[in-house]
């Protein structure tokens, strides 16, 4: 009997530029800690310290026809690095995020023009996650949000924000092409884009964390309009720790009135002192920006068990379940929701994980048709734990079913999905996109799809 591919091609990736990301030595792609990958359809991005390279390609064409470099502008006093990459999708626009060493996202367009540069905290951003959480706990109205992940800290952007920033400089841009005018005087002043900042170092630093949707009030408060939304952290001191965070920094009547009376005071005062000592118009500097104070964070639990250490945190697309990776090769499956774990997988040192929808126990010939959409109904919630020292990457159905799939992987090869794309409300679900696993190996530079069929 013929063995079975469970893999499709799509190209190689394989070009000159790899070469100052390291490429041409074996393992590059994966013995490189401060190389970082982003896929996106039809992209993928790859990053060391101070470079971004972008290859683009389309069905049937070479994917290295279409190369762009972006050098970001990093502050060589501080020893700026690139230390976190993420592709933001709004229906029409594509945009690739970076996060530094010293705690600034910045957006750049596909031709590698800056769009946006704000400090977020200062400190090393660890990564950056794109995904939508649940509005209502009894509706399936959706929340598109970017969260930064720091040491200790998350911060989380909203999506329409975004993406109205985004559309307005898209239109400026080319009202200015059109127009045939550049401003030659321009300066680099970029507008604020609004967030939520939590300290959650309750138990420790943590090394990854994520917002895993909105959760109920704490007991005994007053049912408001005040949203919380969970975060699950991981790292060093604690595997696991969970926390409740509030989006008001402050709850009490008194917090807010000052909030709102004494910045109202002080700006009539100032006014009243400008018209009464009037002085000559000193050349205006621009501010340094300011962190944004903290919102309130509390505690829900954590889970230590010394010397284990959490590693890698991935979440699964509804927010439900998370895998998280620890020093001691298990893989701990999360309820996010009652905060359990609800299975455990051992023997799996350096692994890595992500959520996969396959098509199971699904008849074969209504599978194969040309004339049957898929929805989202048809497809099953599967783990992918990848397991470099075996070589192979093993299919789990979820929660708690078998293990589906065992597929070789070869050395130097890594597991990649592309990001979360925020689509308009318009999209049927007959247009569903299940989540799909891609392998790239960075010594040949071939890449691969997972087939979604298991029967």
Same mark, same amino acid.
């Given at each position: 009997?013929?063995?079975?591919?469970?893999?499709?091609?799509?190209?190689?990736?394989?070009?000159?530029?790899?070469?100052?990301?390291?490429?041409?030595?074996?393992?590059?792609?994966?013995?490189?800690?401060?190389?970082?990958?982003?896929?996106?359809?039809?992209?993928?991005?790859?990053? /060391?310290?101070?470079?971004? =390279?972008?290859?683009?390609?389309?069905?049937?064409?070479?994917?290295?026809?279409?190369?762009?470099?972006?050098?970001?502008?990093?502050?060589?006093? @501080?020893?700026?690095?690139?230390?976190?990459?993420?592709?933001?999708?709004?229906?029409?626009?594509?945009?690739?995020?970076?996060?530094?060493?010293?705690?600034?996202?910045?957006?750049?367009?596909?031709?590698?023009?800056?769009?946006?540069?704000?400090?977020?905290?200062?400190?090393?951003?660890?990564?950056?996650?794109?995904?939508?959480?649940?509005?209502?706990?009894?509706?399936?109205?959706?929340?598109?949000?970017?969260?930064?992940?720091?040491?200790?800290?998350?911060?989380?952007?909203?999506?329409?924000?975004?993406? /109205? $920033?985004?559309? +307005?400089?898209?239109?400026?841009?080319?009202?200015?092409?059109?127009?045939?005018?550049?401003? @030659?005087?321009?300066?680099?002043?970029?507008?604020? %884009?609004?967030?939520?900042?939590?300290?959650?170092?309750?138990?420790?630093?943590?090394?990854?964390?994520?917002?895993?949707?909105? $959760?109920?009030?704490?007991? =005994?408060?007053?049912?408001?309009?005040?949203?919380?939304?969970?975060?699950?952290?991981?790292?060093? #001191?604690?595997?696991?720790?969970?926390?409740?965070?509030?989006?008001?920094?402050?709850?009490?009547?008194?917090?807010?009135?000052?909030?709102?009376?004494?910045?109202?005071? !002080?700006?009539?005062?100032?006014?009243?002192?400008? $018209?009464?000592? +009037?002085? #000559?118009?000193?050349?205006?500097?621009?501010?340094?920006?300011?962190?944004?104070?903290?919102?309130?964070?509390?505690?829900?639990?954590? !889970?230590?068990?010394?010397?284990?250490?959490?590693?890698?945190?991935?979440?699964?697309?509804?927010?439900?379940?998370?895998?998280?990776?620890?020093? %001691?090769?298990?893989?701990?499956?999360?309820?996010?929701?009652?905060?359990?774990?609800?299975?455990?997988?051992?023997?799996?040192?350096?692994?890595?994980?992500?959520?996969?929808?396959?098509?199971?126990?699904?008849?074969?010939?209504?599978?194969?048709?040309?004339?049957?959409?898929?929805?989202?109904?048809?497809?099953?919630?599967?783990?992918?734990?990848?397991?470099?020292?075996?070589?192979?990457?093993?299919?789990?159905?979820? +929660?708690?079913?078998?293990?589906?799939?065992?597929?070789?992987?070869?050395?130097?090869?890594?597991?990649?999905?592309?990001?979360? +794309?925020?689509?308009?409300?318009?999209?049927?679900?007959?247009?569903?996109?299940?989540?799909?696993?891609?392998?790239?190996?960075? #010594?040949?530079?071939?890449?691969?799809?997972?087939?979604?069929?298991?029967?």
């Amino acid at each position: 009997m013929a063995r079975r591919n469970h893999t499709t091609e799509l190209g190689c990736i394989a070009c000159d530029d790899l070469s100052e990301l390291g490429a041409g030595k074996e393992g590059w792609l994966v013995n490189n800690p401060n190389l970082l990958t982003a896929l996106d359809t039809h992209s993928i991005a790859l990053a /060391n310290r101070s470079l971004v =390279l972008i290859l683009h390609w389309s069905e049937g064409s070479d994917p290295v026809g279409n190369r762009v470099k972006i050098v970001p502008d990093l502050s060589p006093i @501080e020893a700026e690095y690139i230390s976190a990459i993420e592709w933001l999708v709004f229906d029409d626009i594509k945009v690739l995020a970076l996060g530094t060493s010293c705690g600034y996202l910045l957006i750049y367009s596909l031709r590698g023009d800056l769009i946006h540069k704000q400090i977020v905290s200062p400190g090393k951003i660890l990564r950056l996650r794109v995904r939508d959480t649940k509005r209502d706990l009894t509706q399936d109205a959706s929340s598109e949000e970017v969260c930064v992940v720091m040491s200790g800290v998350i911060a989380r952007f909203d999506g329409s924000d975004i993406q /109205n $920033m985004l559309q +307005r400089w898209f239109r400026e841009r080319h009202s200015q092409f059109w127009d045939e005018r550049e401003s @030659e005087n321009s300066t680099d002043t970029f507008e604020r %884009l609004p967030y939520q900042l939590w300290n959650v170092s309750k138990y420790g630093s943590c090394v990854d964390a994520a917002i895993t949707g909105l $959760m109920p009030p704490p007991l =005994l408060e007053l049912q408001s309009s005040q949203r919380y939304y969970c975060a699950i952290t991981v790292g060093a #001191d604690a595997v696991i720790s969970a926390y409740r965070l509030s989006v008001d920094r402050s709850r009490s009547i008194v917090g807010a009135i000052l909030s709102k009376v004494v910045p109202a005071t !002080f700006s009539t005062i100032t006014s009243i002192s400008k $018209m009464l000592w +009037r002085s #000559d118009p000193s050349p205006t500097k621009r501010p340094e920006p300011k962190p944004q104070p903290f919102a309130r964070a509390s505690p829900l639990t954590c !889970f230590k068990d010394h010397p284990r250490k959490g590693e890698k945190l991935t979440l699964s697309p509804s927010g439900t379940l998370a895998a998280i990776t620890d020093s %001691l090769g298990r893989i701990l499956l999360l309820d996010t929701q009652a905060l359990v774990v609800v299975r455990l997988w051992k023997g799996y040192r350096d692994a890595s994980c992500l959520f996969v929808e396959m098509l199971a126990k699904k008849d074969v010939e209504t599978s194969r048709s040309a004339y049957h959409e898929h929805v989202k109904s048809d497809y099953c919630l599967c783990l992918a734990i990848h397991a470099p020292r075996k070589g192979i990457v093993e299919i789990w159905q979820m +929660r708690t079913g078998p293990r589906l799939l065992t597929i070789p992987c070869a050395k130097g090869s890594k597991i990649l999905q592309p990001t979360y +794309r925020f689509a308009s409300s318009e999209v049927s679900l007959s247009s569903y996109v299940p989540l799909e696993l891609f392998f790239l190996n960075g #010594d040949s530079g071939l890449l691969f799809v997972l087939n979604r069929f298991l029967s």
